[in-house]
């Protein structure tokens, strides 16, 4: 499968925001439980002009995954909090690496000096991700409360640029 990656537009909202509803759906793996709306996800897009956002395509122009890094909050400026999202059934197929290739280098030419992913404990897929793209183990969350009640761990981890 022929995959390729872009700059996110705001065009690719609403694709965005039913892949990540999906997600949200099957649970298990991200740490927001409330649906999402196309408004929501454009405005966490201009929310910080330093927020870097890329989608991944495939030969038909389908969205496959989105990935997005933006300041962390209680890090800096120069911390980037990465997410990542992958079409449900389409994990494996180099979507991921594709994505992580043009954030980090994104990352490196807008001034981040590390990335820090937080992971919910029990997404055995998403440590599997960070750890194969080079993150490394450097804490974790005990007890973190989601939106919904449920409560969960988080391993942090962190990618030098």
Known sequence: MTI???????????????????????????AITNPVSREDLLSRMEAD????????????????GFQWIEPHLE???????????????????????????????????AGYTWINAEIRADNEGGLIYYQSRGFEDYGAIRGYVMANGQVVDKVLKRYDL
């Open 49 to 64: 002009p330093r927020s870097i956002w890329h989608v991944a395509e495939d030969a038909a122009g389908a969205l496959m």
């Open 4 to 30: 390729t990656t872009r700059r996110a537009a705001p065009l690719d909202a609403r694709q965005m925001a039913e892949m990540l509803n999906e997600i949200i759906e099957a649970g298990g793996t991200t």
């Open 75 to 109: 890090h800096g400026e120069t911390v980037g909090q990465i997410a990542t999202f992958s079409r449900i059934g389409k994990t494996g197929l180099g979507i991921g690496s594709k994505l992580f290739e043009a954030t980090a280098r994104a990352a490196r030419a």
